[in-house]
């Protein structure tokens, strides 16, 4: 079955860098994948998506991509912010039952 | 909008007490989820509902039964509460499946079996 890894480690970077979180899987390719942020005590906000075709995508600060050789996702925050810590959630969508697999999430601290 | 609505946000149950988490949706969105996310695991999907009228099991679906009331309302009941079903519990929205569209999530329940 498919699986997902995510870093369980949490992700400790200063302000001003770029943060890189990495979505492995295991497999064959999902149709797309989806990155969201949650913060404590909430339900997970919707980011960006990326197709199977797509090789990168942007939203402002912002950046996925997508390598289906390395059966890999890479999410990319530019100039940090300590209002960027969360934890970050990939998801992939299966063709086969168009249901979303989720990873466990990357815990990311921003530090001033 | 509100988005999600769920209830209640927190729930302490004892072991074969019963209860049932309301959710409801103000987006029009075709299909609902109900999933449960625990310590050092993904998000994992319990039932969902593709469209009204219309419920399919998930990954976990033992011990819950769901209710699509109507195309706004998606229930999730536990008919017999277990210790291992204290969980966080999120009911998600999306417009047509999962296909090509964002999930709209509550703020989740915390729910604590003892």
């Known amino acids: 079955s498919q699986k997902i890894e995510q870093n369980s480690e949490a992700l400790n970077i200063q302000e001003g860098k770029t943060a890189t979180l990495t979505c492995n899987y295991t497999?064959?390719?999902?149709?797309?994948l989806q990155w969201y942020r949650q913060d404590p005590g909430r339900g997970p906000v919707f980011l960006l998506l990326?197709?199977?075709n797509e090789k990168e995508k942007r939203k402002e600060r912002l950046k996925v991509t997508f390598d289906t050789t390395l059966k890999q996702s890479l999410f990319h925050i530019t100039a940090s912010q300590p209002a960027d810590s969360a934890t970050y959630l990939c998801a992939l969508l299966m063709d086969s039952n168009y249901q979303l697999i989720w990873g466990a999430g990357t815990k990311l601290i921003i530090k001033p | 909008n509100a988005g999600v609505t769920q209830t209640p946000k927190f729930q302490v149950l004892k072991t074969g007490q019963s209860m049932t988490l309301q959710c409801a949706q103000d987006?029009?969105?075709?299909?609902m989820y109900w999933y449960r996310q625990d310590p050092g695991m993904g998000l994992r999907l319990i039932y969902y509902?593709?469209?009204?009228?219309?419920?399919d099991k998930g990954e976990v679906p033992n011990g819950y039964n769901v209710s699509r009331l109507n195309k706004r309302e998606f229930s999730l009941r536990l008919e017999s509460a277990a210790p291992s079903q204290t969980s966080v519990y999120f009911c998600?929205?999306?417009?047509?499946?999962?296909?090509?569209?964002?999930?709209?999530f509550g703020q989740g329940t915390r729910l604590t079996v003892v």
């Open positions: 509902s593709a469209s009204e009228g219309t419920t």
């Open positions: 987006m029009n969105h075709n299909s």
């Open positions: 497999n064959y390719s999902p149709a797309y």
């Open positions: 990326i197709r199977e």
């Open positions: 998600a929205s999306s417009e047509q499946g999962a296909l090509n569209t964002e999930a709209f």
